[in-house]
Every structure is written in C-alpha cells, then in structure tokens.
C-alpha cells in the first residue's frame, strides 16, 4: 500500500526541486542535509506542485509519509522535520503550502506550533494527524484553527486528498475525529494553561516546562496553580486527573 521504491541518484549533477525529499530533524552541521530522491514520478513536468513540510516527531512515520507522498505528481515533500523551535524557521526557509503535524505524538507542542505557523505565515494550510483516543487535543487543534486533520488510523490516501483539498481552501477534518472533538466538555483552562497541564502529564517538571516554552519557572509555576484553583484541585497530580477525565489533555 505505501511502499513505492526509494532510489538514490548519485551520479546525478543535480536534482529537480520536485524530486526532492529533505530530513532537516538533525543538528545542522558542516555537512549539507542528506537528500532521498524520491521514485514514482514519471518525466513529465509538473506545473506548481503542493509544497509539503511534515513535522513528525517518529523519523520511521516521517520517511514512510514523504515516500508516499512523493510518488504524487502533483505533491512535492520539501523537507521533513521531527518538531521543535526549528519548525517556523524551517517553514519560513522553504515556504509550504501544507504542513503535516502529528499531534498524536507531539501533543501540546505541535498545538503550540501549529498556532505559530498559522500567526507567521498564513498561506501555510496546517494538517494535524491526530487519534479519537485523544478528543480533547483535536478539540484544542480545531480551535488554532488547522485546515485539516486526519485519522492516523486512516488509509495513506485520506491524507492525499486532505492535501489537496486544503489547498483549494476547503476544511477537511476525518468525521471520527470531529464526532469525538464534539464530545468534549469545554474547558475552563486558557491554551497556555492546558499546553503547560498537557507537559507536566507527561512527567515534564517546571524547569523543563519553562525550557520548552520560553518561559521561566516562576512563570510556569503562576500557571500550574491557576489551573488547580481552576479546577478545584488538591495537587497538581489532581489536576492531570481532572484534565485527562474530561478529555481536556
């Protein structure tokens, strides 16, 4: 189903931009980024491929998405990158009409992404990947607002056509997804308030909180007890509880 050969042209001089598939999740070094050239397209040009970014934290997943997409005439995978503060430089630097975020895997911090790619470059359509496990963060994404979100559970073809759908200006969100989002209480937590609870479930203490987010521990701190008088909580361990029993987190 997915698999479409992924062949290296060394003796190439150069290769085409539509061709292209560049992992840019590593360390940049001295080294110029390794780069797959992607099998499946046939020679004919294509005339104003969809630019695709994919912000997919598993490097597995990420390579076997670009494959999949490339073997589209009309898709070009621009780059692929596992998530973080390079995301908005990255987008910036190659200018997506799409980028694919997998928020199953990077939670809040893809939410936090997704907003900044929707503030700092507008024309960029955001597509989240995401399970009805987790209602409460689908919730959360169509509220930044994404463009489209799709099941992970879904066959690889769904997201094509989210793709190209997006990019005509429709909004396609998977109807498992939009059926669990809509079971969701709402919550009394700010974003910034869920971002901070969503991290600290994950075992993240303040001094890592305030790390990823570019606040200080204080500050994080300020948030964490807001969320617990907010939510009638003893501890923050309580907090998390209430959170995640509402599907909030």
Not at 22 to 30: H, K, L, N
Not at 78 to 99: L, T, Y
Request: charged residues 20%; aromatic residues 2%; positive net charge.
């Amino acid at each position: 189903m997915i698999p479409r050969r992924v062949a290296r042209n060394f003796a190439a001089s150069t290769v085409a931009a539509a061709d292209e598939y560049t992992d840019i999740s590593q360390p940049s070094s001295d080294q110029p980024a390794a780069v797959v050239r992607c099998s499946g397209h046939n020679s004919s040009p294509v005339a104003d491929p969809i630019r695709v970014l994919l912000v997919i934290e598993m490097s597995l997943l990420r390579g076997a998405l670009a494959t999949v997409l490339s073997s589209e005439e009309d898709i070009e995978v621009v780059g692929g990158i596992a998530g973080g503060e390079r995301v908005v430089p990255a987008a910036i630097r190659h200018r997506p009409d799409v980028a694919v975020l997998d928020i199953d895997q990077g939670g809040s911090e893809a939410l936090t992404v997704a907003q900044a790619l929707h503030e700092r470059l507008p024309g960029c359509r955001v597509v989240v990947l995401a399970t009805a496990q987790r209602p409460g963060l689908v919730r959360r994404a169509l509220d930044v607002p994404v463009a489209g979100a799709v099941d992970k559970d879904a066959q690889p073809r769904r997201l094509v056509g989210t793709i190209r759908q997006v990019v005509k200006g429709k909004r396609m969100i998977d109807p498992a997804l939009a059926v669990a989002a809509i079971g969701v209480a709402g919550s009394p937590l700010t974003p910034r308030e869920l971002t901070v609870l969503d991290l600290a479930s994950g075992g993240a203490s303040p001094t890592e909180i305030a790390q990823r987010l570019f606040l200080s521990r204080g500050t994080v701190c300020n948030y964490l007890s807001r969320v617990m008088t907010k939510l009638g909580a003893r501890t923050r361990i309580d907090a998390i509880r209430i959170a995640a029993e509402a599907g909030w987190i």
